[in-house]
């Protein structure tokens, strides 16, 4: 069965699509078969591995595949990293969070849940980029998962957001709960925390004692998977990140940062993926 993890925070600007996208293009690279949904309405996640050509005619027309398999391509269309697939969003899905209504019996987030289950024989990562709220969009993703990471940066704000997510999913999951088969496994709680975009010089250890302190409390009140740990690797802030971005490419295939050097952003991402391939969840 396909890990299926969320990657969520209720604070925004923590560099959590820059996280997603570059941690999932690493796990490919490892040789993981991984599919990324995109449920932001920013498109950040789609615009970046389409590149913007391609997303437009999603966006505009509606052309073009809504299951984009091994989806990051070169110039002329090649092929440059198999193994990474996209679901991708586009600024559409701003107006069925206002709009859809659907079926109170068969809510949104079941029958998206069920729909995924289908694909999960060809995966072993299934991850979601969400929005930093756990409305429509992201309750598909967070029902769907058995996992959740906390992309934070080493600030307060980031500890509430954190915080505040916790407080959320405790009531979306009441909510939610009787939907809940045991195929589709447990739900999702709060599997770990990954400081992001940490600056050079920059002393994260007072921030890192207290997010932990939080963590302890809610892995205490069972409001957090015993298993919840604050990952030892680190992703520090790089100029690379922002050119991989104009790009369209995961940092793992740019420049000269693609090589194997030990202290590079890159590696982060390397290691980040081995950790969390590594990482036994307990519920």
Same mark, same amino acid.
């Given at each position: 069965?396909a890990?299926?993890i969320?990657f969520?925070?209720?604070?925004?600007?923590?560099?959590?699509?820059? $996280?997603?996208v570059n %941690?999932?293009?690493a796990l490919?690279?490892m040789g993981?078969?991984v599919?990324?949904f995109?449920?932001? %309405?920013?498109?950040?996640?789609?615009?970046?591995l389409l590149k913007?050509?391609r997303?437009?005619?999603?966006?505009?027309?509606?052309?073009?595949?809504?299951?984009?398999?091994? @989806?990051?391509?070169?110039k002329?269309g /090649?092929? $440059?990293? =198999?193994?990474l697939?996209l679901v991708?969003?586009t600024?559409?899905l701003?107006?069925? /969070?206002?709009e *859809?209504?659907?079926?109170?019996?068969?809510?949104?987030y079941?029958?998206?849940?069920e729909q995924? #289950?289908?694909?999960?024989?060809n995966?072993?990562?299934?991850?979601f980029?969400? =929005? =930093?709220?756990?409305?429509?969009?992201?309750?598909?993703?967070?029902?769907?998962?058995?996992?959740?990471? @906390?992309?934070?940066n080493?600030? #307060?704000? +980031?500890?509430i957001?954190?915080t505040l997510?916790?407080?959320? $999913?405790?009531?979306?999951?009441?909510i +939610?709960?009787?939907?809940?088969?045991?195929?589709?496994?447990?739900?999702a709680?709060v599997?770990?925390i990954?400081f992001n975009?940490?600056?050079t010089g920059?002393?994260?250890?007072?921030?890192?004692?207290?997010? &932990?302190l939080?963590?302890?409390? *809610?892995?205490?009140?069972?409001? #957090?998977? =015993?298993s919840?740990?604050?990952?030892?690797? &680190?992703?520090?802030?790089?100029?690379?990140?922002?050119?991989?971005?104009a !790009?369209?490419l995961?940092?793992?295939l740019?420049?000269?940062?693609?090589?194997?050097a030990?202290?590079s952003?890159t590696n982060?991402?390397?290691? !980040?993926a %081995?950790?969390? #391939?590594?990482?036994?969840? !307990?519920v």
């Amino acid at each position: 069965m396909a890990r299926k993890i969320s990657f969520i925070n209720y604070k925004g600007g923590v560099g959590k699509t820059s $996280l997603i996208v570059n %941690t999932a293009a690493a796990l490919a690279k490892m040789g993981k078969r991984v599919l990324l949904f995109d449920l932001d %309405t920013q498109s950040n996640a789609s615009i970046w591995l389409l590149k913007l050509e391609r997303w437009n005619k999603i966006n505009a027309t509606g052309d073009g595949s809504i299951y984009s398999k091994d @989806v990051v391509e070169g110039k002329s269309g /090649e092929k $440059l990293l =198999p193994g990474l697939d996209l679901v991708p969003t586009t600024f559409n899905l701003v107006d069925l /969070e206002a709009e *859809f209504t659907g079926d109170p019996k068969r809510p949104a987030y079941l029958v998206f849940c069920e729909q995924v #289950a289908m694909l999960e024989p060809n995966y072993d990562f299934i991850l979601f980029d969400c =929005p =930093p709220n756990i409305l429509r969009a992201s309750q598909c993703g967070v029902f769907t998962s058995n996992e959740i990471y @906390v992309p934070s940066n080493p600030d #307060a704000l +980031s500890l509430i957001g954190f915080t505040l997510l916790v407080d959320k $999913l405790q009531k979306f999951h009441a909510i +939610s709960g009787s939907f809940r088969k045991a195929s589709m496994g447990p739900p999702a709680q709060v599997q770990g925390i990954i400081f992001n975009s940490i600056r050079t010089g920059v002393d994260i250890e007072v921030p890192k004692m207290r997010m &932990q302190l939080r963590l302890n409390q *809610f892995r205490a009140a069972k409001r #957090a998977a =015993p298993s919840a740990k604050i990952f030892t690797t &680190q992703i520090r802030d790089a100029m690379v990140v922002r050119r991989s971005v104009a !790009l369209g490419l995961p940092v793992i295939l740019v420049g000269s940062d693609a090589a194997d050097a030990t202290d590079s952003v890159t590696n982060d991402y390397r290691k !980040l993926a %081995t950790e969390i #391939a590594q990482h036994e969840p !307990l519920v």
